[in-house]
């Protein structure tokens, strides 16, 4: 019966992909519906799954076949629905199901529609292949099936160059990571001649020396390379912002609620080993907390409505790594999951602005849209408000643990939390005040345009509101439903649900609501009091031209990393290659040569033949009895 809920969990979304791939240019409209309806039923599968694992506390294993077997080490293709994975399918799932609806009207008319449902299903399939594998291997088979999804969603539109290129980059950054990753797989397949999660766990929790230590240390930073690379920490995060050249939907499935979390999931799935490598943990820490600054200076000045919040979730990102490198596992969960609710309505806002506005992103060209966009404005702001730390939205709950966390154990790192937190309220604000407020800055042509997006767009939206509104619930300070559901899988916490709220954790708080008035006063009085509108690209000077131009991190990688390889590459191919065939054809001729002259002996001359033979003989002779 377990095994049979997992085999149908997983092959509904497939089979959606290979329906709609094989047959989508006929189905039509149906595309949308039959792809829709397979996320859906994989959505309900998770809450019964979910129900009954929270019921009996015992997760539900189903291994379809032995897969590996070389002498002492075996490799199971099994699967395993527990606390981590069913919380973290619940969310793939639930958004994907809305994601998918939203996209039935978002996409209409596309070419390519059936295409497009095709791959939404098939990264589905390997998004819950990655989170549901019981052992690393076949993590590593959704792992690289995301990325190749990935792939093919942010090149959809790939008539334009510039979006192929995106995908890939995004596709090359990733193989990096997924190197580390590699690496990690196979130190601990060598120390525990096994990749099952369980049995690793199992063999930790006996104890360890000091030698076993140091390679699970390094196993450890391989691994988090690998996150790094699929979460867009810094160095590898410049992927994620040229990702929004993808439809609004895929920005919203893969780079807000799923694959950019796929990271934190792995390090949480393998907190037992991450534990064992304190120096590992400090460096998470540390690159998490700067990616989260960085990244929300660059959003600070962006003019792009997506990539705003590509940016934000650049630096949301960095703060549950933060999270993680304090060891506070599970409240850099709480955030993955209030940060899909409220990022996914923010993208799918953009998406629907974006819609009316005929294709615009530029905040500059907007402005005013409340008026013609209720459904979306009201839907945005609730977001907006969640992401920036309003008190008592879901954001100012996860957000405020991740601090309080932060402030007992490193207080730089905690400052460096903070700053980013009042630049997320600001820039949050700067973008809800340009896009939905004051005068309406376009075309007349775009302004005629202007409507409310249709039920099919907007119901989604205000699911997600409420859900960014409302989902702090899950995880109330010294009341945390969370932290109790997560305890079997997290051997050793840095975070205490239980503690009670003294006056240390009030004054927090509250500077964490004082950041959040800050970032919005200023955001409120340079673009409401002011009317303050960005600069054209051209007049745009000083440090703010650096900001705007991302520090010129992506120029810095040309120069340095990808100019030198295209050098290196021209060198083998004009230098080094012609030299090889050189030779190979020189050694060819001569061996043409010899043979040439070999060949004439072979004149039918007996008495050549005779004289050869004699002579060869006496040559073996000497060597025999005299040379010796």
């Not at 075996?74 to 629905?81: A, C, D, M, R, Y």
């Not at 639930?94 to 998918?100: C, K, Q, V």
């Not at 506070?328 to 899909?340: C, L, P, S």
Request: with cysteine; hydrophobic share 55%.
């Amino acid at each position: 019966m377990d095994t049979n809920v997992i085999l149908l969990l997983l092959l509904v979304p497939l089979l959606g992909a290979l329906v709609n791939l094989f047959f989508g240019k006929k189905l039509g409209n149906g595309s949308g519906i039959i792809a829709t309806l397979a996320v859906l039923i994989s959505f309900i599968i998770t809450v019964v799954a979910f129900i009954q694992v929270n019921t009996t506390k015992t997760p539900i294993q189903g291994n379809l076949f032995e897969w590996i077997e070389v002498a002492n080490f075996k490799i199971s293709f099994g699967f395993l629905l527990d606390q981590l994975s069913l919380l973290w399918l619940l969310f793939v799932t639930g958004i994907g199901t809305l994601i998918h609806w939203y996209s039935t009207s978002y996409m209409k008319g596309d070419e390519n529609y059936g295409k497009f449902f095709g791959y939404l299903n098939l990264f589905i399939f390997f998004m819950i292949v990655l989170v549901a594998g019981s052992n690393l291997l076949i993590t590593f088979i959704g792992w690289e099936g995301v990325g190749l999804c990935s792939y093919l969603l942010i090149g959809f539109w790939h008539k334009n160059q510039s979006y192929n290129d995106a995908a890939k980059k995004a596709f090359i950054m990733n193989r990096i990571g997924d190197l580390g990753f590699l690496v990690g797989v196979f130190i601990l397949a060598f120390l525990f001649h096994s990749l099952d999660y369980m049995t690793i766990k199992e063999a930790l929790m006996h104890g360890t020396n000091h030698q076993i230590n140091t390679w699970i240390g390094w196993a450890a930073l391989a691994l988090f390379i690998g996150a790094v690379g699929k979460s867009a920490q810094i160095p590898l995060y410049t992927w994620l912002p040229d990702a929004m050249a993808g439809p609004t939907p895929v920005s919203a499935l893969i780079h807000a609620a799923t694959m950019v979390t796929a990271g934190i999931f792995l390090i949480t799935r393998l907190n037992f080993v991450f534990d064992l490598a304190p120096q590992v943990q400090n460096i998470i820490a540390i690159v998490g907390a700067f990616t989260a600054l960085f990244a929300a200076t660059i959003g600070l000045v962006q003019t792009d409505i997506k990539k705003v919040l590509a940016y934000s979730t650049v630096s949301q990102l960095g703060l549950m790594f933060m999270a993680i490198g304090f060891g506070a596992y599970e409240i850099a969960v709480f955030h993955v999951i209030t940060h899909a609710f409220f990022k996914a309505c923010l993208f799918l806002g953009s998406g629907s602005v974006i819609h009316a506005m005929g294709g615009e992103q530029d905040m500059r060209k907007m402005g005013g849209l409340s008026k013609f966009m209720k459904a979306t404005y009201i839907t945005f702001l609730l977001a907006t408000l969640a992401i920036s730390g309003f008190p008592f939205f879901s954001g100012f709950f996860s957000k405020d643990e991740i601090l309080m966390t932060a402030f007992n154990h490193n207080k730089v790192l905690y400052i460096i939390g903070s700053l980013a937190s009042i630049m997320t309220a600001f820039y949050m604000f700067r973008l809800l005040f340009l896009t939905f407020f004051k005068n309406f800055r376009g075309t007349q042509e775009q302004k005629n345009h202007l409507h409310e997006s249709p039920a099919s767009i907007t119901i989604p939206l205000w699911i997600l509101a409420i859900l960014a509104v409302i989902g702090g619930v899950i995880s109330l300070p010294g009341n945390s439903w969370l932290f109790e559901y997560l305890q079997p899988i997290i051997v050793k916490s840095a975070a205490n649900s239980h503690h009670s709220l003294g006056i240390t954790e009030y004054i927090l708080m509250a500077v964490a609501t004082i950041g959040f008035i800050i970032g919005l006063g200023i955001a409120y009085y340079k673009y409401i009091m002011e009317s303050e509108v960005p600069q054209e690209d051209e007049k745009i000077t000083g440090f703010h031209k650096v900001l705007y131009n991302k520090y010129y991190i992506d120029e810095i990688y040309m120069k340095l990393i990808v100019k030198p390889i295209y050098l290196l590459s021209t060198f083998l191919k004009d230098v080094v290659e012609v030299a090889l065939s050189e030779t190979v054809l020189g050694l060819g001729k001569i061996a043409d040569g010899l043979s040439l002259q070999g060949k004439k002996a072979q004149n039918g001359n007996i008495g050549l033949y005779l004289f050869a033979f004699v002579f060869g003989i006496c040559l073996i002779l000497y060597y025999l009895f005299i040379a010796r």
